[in-house]
């Protein structure tokens, strides 16, 4: 059984490929001090060990094979993490998108996730709500109808308020906002620098009040707790095991990639017509 649809990996694939430029890879090292090299493994090979490695949650150890060793899974990911490949696959889905179905800007949700981090590193911290053992924040921003448009990774004890900053700054990378655009927080947010940053971002501001009981006040920010769970279908997030920032941050993109991707194929369908087009909701 496949790690994930053909029809949501395949796409996924050539544009992460026209990213890394894999045609232009030579076979061998032309520069190796003794004239030759073992054949360079195929970017698609190690990808598609990552992706089992980010589906499963798996150690690479266990997901090596004669082709593709652990090594070379990690040296691949760090080269890619390192380059920035995450964010700039997330920026394509999410212009595939705007384009065809389009962005629901008008209204936009804010909500932080904390999930595992047993082996600690540069984004864990100790969780409150996991007897303080390691665990790691991520903060999301997502559009009215729960597409990811930025994420941000910090520790398990970071608070949310403090991390609304970062999370929206990242929305510089969209070609822009509506003039009149309402952030939904939950109540976790309700306090003077939210109001104060919101202010000078020239956002409104939905803001649960505290003290008041959450099915009163539900609002519109239920899409983006929808969207962590989504997010959370996958093993690497659930229980981070990478201790490198750089490394959490392209699963962290490459996740939300999946989500965009995922919407749009499972909205363009009921829209469109092309020769690979699912018929069925549950993408195959």
Known sequence: MPLLPASL??????????????????????????????????????????????????GYERLATSGCSDRTMRRRR???ADAGHGPALLRICLTAYDRIIGLDLDELAVDGCITKAPCGGEVAGRSPVDRGKQGMKRSVATDGQGIPLHVVAAGANRHDSPL?????????????????????????????????????LGLNGAIARKGVPAPVQAGSRWVVERTHQWMNGYGKLRRCTEKLRPVVDFYLFLAAALVVLRQLIQRARLRYRWPSRPTARRLK
């Open 9 to 58: 990996i395949e796409p996924l694939w050539v544009e992460f490929a026209a990213l890394i430029g894999t045609d232009e890879r030579p076979e061998f090292v032309a520069d190796h001090p003794w004239g030759c090299h073992r054949r360079r493994i195929p970017d698609r090979v190690v990808f598609d060990h990552l992706i089992g490695a980010f589906v499963h949650g798996s």
């Open 78 to 80: 760090d080269e890619w």
């Open 164 to 200: 609304l900053a970062p999370t929206l700054a990242g929305l510089d990378k969209l070609d822009g906002l509506p003039d009149d655009v309402t952030v939904h927080l939950d109540r976790g947010y309700d306090g003077g620098p939210t109001r104060l940053l919101l202010d000078t």
